[in-house]
């Protein structure tokens, strides 16, 4: 089972600035691998698959790169509705794909 | 459009046996996984593990083994995680998603149900 380790647990950022979200898998999912968003009491959001892919109606603020192990999701100019919870899987060959512990991003 | 769409919240005593549903609409059911994902409270996600509705193909989480079962009825378009006997551990909310790419248990999930909590309290 590949284990998916996120950093850092926490970050806080200004609305207005950038911020960049790490992760790191415990052997190579190559380019599998997608970051979910998630607010208070709603369900979960895809916003990136294939490591770089930006899901459907996602804006463009919203970026990710890597493969291999590193990963990273990046958000330029966070808007308020930026500040969630987000966790990187990965969906390399065979199941369980078992997600990160998460990034909590919260306003500074 | 694609909905998923559970069954509403639940509280249930140690022991119980439970079963929720998540009723999918807008796309061919049969032809895509779906997944459960555990989250207890204050606490991040879990992959519980998925099922395949046309022909109820399963693949668990070890962490999960022995502890759920899926099963799904393609005629009404509608997946089922099931328990036998509740523990209080068993206690958080439970999402279903449907897997990305037709066909494929290797894809990330991009439509997700509201949630059903599961309360397991004597």
């Known amino acids: 089972e590949i284990v998916m380790t996120q950093s850092p647990a926490t970050l806080s950022v200004s609305p207005g600035e950038g911020a960049t979200l790490s992760c790191r898998a415990s052997?190579?999912?190559?380019?599998?691998l997608a970051w979910y968003q998630q607010k208070p009491g709603q369900a979960p959001r895809l916003l990136i698959y294939g490591a770089s892919t930006r899901a459907t109606g996602i804006p463009a603020r919203f970026s990710g790169s890597g493969s291999g192990t590193e990963f990273t999701l990046t958000i330029s100019s966070l808007q308020s509705e930026d500040f969630a919870v987000y966790y990187c899987q990965p969906y390399h060959n065979w199941p369980p794909f078992t997600f990160g512990q998460g990034t909590r991003l919260e306003i500074k | 459009e694609v909905q998923l769409v559970q069954s509403g919240a639940d509280v249930k005593k140690p022991g119980e046996s439970l079963k929720i549903s998540c009723k999918g609409s807008?796309?061919?059911?049969?032809?895509?996984?779906i997944g459960w994902v555990r989250q207890m409270p204050g606490r991040g996600l879990e992959w519980v593990g998925i099922?395949?509705?046309?022909?109820?193909?399963?693949i668990y989480s070890p962490s999960f083994q022995g502890q759920v079962s899926f099963s799904a009825d393609k005629s009404i378009s509608t997946a089922y995680l099931q328990w036998s006997s509740l523990k209080a551990s068993d206690t958080a909310m439970y999402y279903c998603a449907r897997l990305k790419t037709e066909y494929s248990r290797s894809s990330p999930f991009d439509y997700w149900g509201q949630g059903t909590l599961v309360t397991v309290s004597s």
């Open positions: 052997q190579s999912v190559s380019s599998n």
């Open positions: 807008g796309y061919s059911f049969s032809t895509y996984w």
């Open positions: 099922i395949y509705p046309g022909d109820s193909d399963t």
